[in-house]
């Protein structure tokens, strides 16, 4: 089945205490990306990467950081972690397709992130 | 600073009537915009418009854009409780280097009621 996955899906954890939120996908989609999802501000993009090795701020990178070292995977990792941190946090892939940018995007089921 | 901003915020209306959102952006570099619906889970894909003027169906929902006045607007004939969730509207932005960079709006949040 195609999927993106996350794991965990629920974490509660304590500040400055390094984490590594995990995402795969099965699709062989170039783009990935993350985002987070917090009430009245919407989605905002965190980092997101065309492919393996190419990685672009979003727009709320601070605090976080990115690999791709693997087409399928994508983890985020939180060096220090602080409870503004605490958010509902959404991977997601999509096919590059040439010439119009990404196309449909598929999410994962997303991880519930809490800092004390 | 790019902005994709959505009307209205929320809204609630009876089964059976037609309701039409709006996505309305200013950012440099437009390459295309997105369609999705919320509900108590990750986004689910409605629509992706590149083109000014052609409409995208899909049973009840479609979808236009317009680049010159710069927005989007979704309809939903004959809404169903079904219908029931968060709108949102995105942009994807060509950056240099080949990079695509989204930016979303806050959401519609649709209530049909029975």
């Known amino acids: 089945e195609a999927q993106v996955t996350q794991n965990p899906r629920y974490l509660i954890t304590v500040t400055g205490k390094k984490l590594t939120v995990t995402c795969s996908q099965n699709?062989?989609?170039?783009?990935m990306s993350w985002y987070r999802q917090d009430p009245g501000l919407g989605l905002r993009q965190i980092y997101y990467s065309m492919n393996v090795e190419v990685t672009d701020k979003g727009d709320v990178p601070e605090g976080y950081k990115v690999s791709r070292k693997e087409k399928r995977n994508f983890p985020l990792i939180l060096e220090s972690p602080s409870p503004n941190q605490t958010s509902l946090y959404f991977c997601?892939?999509?096919?590059?397709?040439?010439?119009?940018?990404?196309?449909?995007?598929?999410f994962g089921p997303g991880t519930r992130l809490t800092v004390l | 600073e790019d902005k994709v901003v959505q009307s209205p915020l929320s809204l609630v209306v009876h089964e059976g009537d037609t309701v039409t959102l709006n996505c309305s952006y200013e950012v440099t570099n437009f390459r295309s915009l997105l369609w999705y619906k919320q509900e108590k889970k990750a986004p689910t894909f409605l629509f992706m418009l590149t083109s000014s003027g052609i409409e995208k169906k899909s049973g009840r929902l479609s979808s236009i854009l317009d680049k010159k006045e710069l927005f989007s607007i979704l309809n939903i004939t004959a809404t169903q409780t079904g219908d029931s969730a968060v709108y949102l509207c995105?942009?994807?932005?060509?950056?240099?280097?080949?990079?695509?960079?989204?930016?979303f709006g806050k959401g519609t949040h649709l209530i049909i009621q029975p």
């Open positions: 699709m062989n989609h170039e783009y």
């Open positions: 997601a892939s999509s096919f590059r397709g040439a010439g119009v940018g990404y196309n449909e995007q598929f």
């Open positions: 995105a942009v994807v932005l060509h950056s240099g280097g080949g990079a695509d960079g989204l930016t």
